[in-house]
C-alpha cells in the first residue's frame, strides 16, 4: 500500500523559512510528477509548485523567488524549501503524487505565519 506523507510545518515568524517534507512509502515502482498545494482558511486550494519526475518545476507567481522545490529519487522525496515567509502564506500544506500511475494526496501540515 502506498502512503504520502508531509512533515516540516509549524509556526513561524514574518520573513522566516521553513522547509517542508513529503515522503512516499510502500511498494512504489513510478514516483512521478509531484505537486504541493495549499488551502488557506475559506480559501480554495492552490497550486503551489511542481516538480516533474526529470526535475522539471513549475511556480505559483505568488511565491516565485521565494519558494524552491526539489527532490530526492532515490528517497522517494520531495521538498518545499519557503523563505522570506508572509503571513498570507499560512494555509494547510498538502503533497499529491502521480505514483505507480494514481493520484496519491497527503493529509497536510500546518503553516503559520506570524509575529
Known amino acids: 500500500q502506498v502512503q504520502l506523507e508531509e512533515s516540516g510545518g509549524g509556526l513561524v515568524q514574518p520573513g522566516g523559512s521553513l522547509r517542508l517534507s513529503c515522503a512516499a512509502s510502500?511498494?512504489?515502482?513510478?514516483?512521478?510528477?509531484v505537486d504541493w498545494h495549499r488551502q488557506a482558511p475559506g480559501k480554495q486550494r492552490e497550486l503551489v509548485a511542481t516538480?516533474?519526475?526529470?526535475?522539471?518545476?513549475n511556480y505559483a507567481d505568488s511565491v516565485k523567488g521565494r519558494f524552491t522545490i526539489s527532490r530526492d529519487n532515490a528517497q522517494n522525496t520531495v521538498y518545499l524549501q519557503m523563505s522570506s515567509l508572509k503571513p498570507e502564506d499560512t494555509a494547510v500544506y498538502y503533497c499529491?503524487?502521480?505514483?505507480?500511475?494514481?493520484?496519491?494526496w497527503g493529509q497536510g501540515t500546518q503553516v503559520t505565519v506570524s509575529s
Open positions: 499529491n503524487a502521480l505514483i505507480n500511475y494514481r493520484d496519491y
Open positions: 516538480i516533474t519526475r526529470g526535475g522539471r518545476t
Open positions: 510502500g511498494s512504489i515502482f513510478s514516483l512521478n510528477s
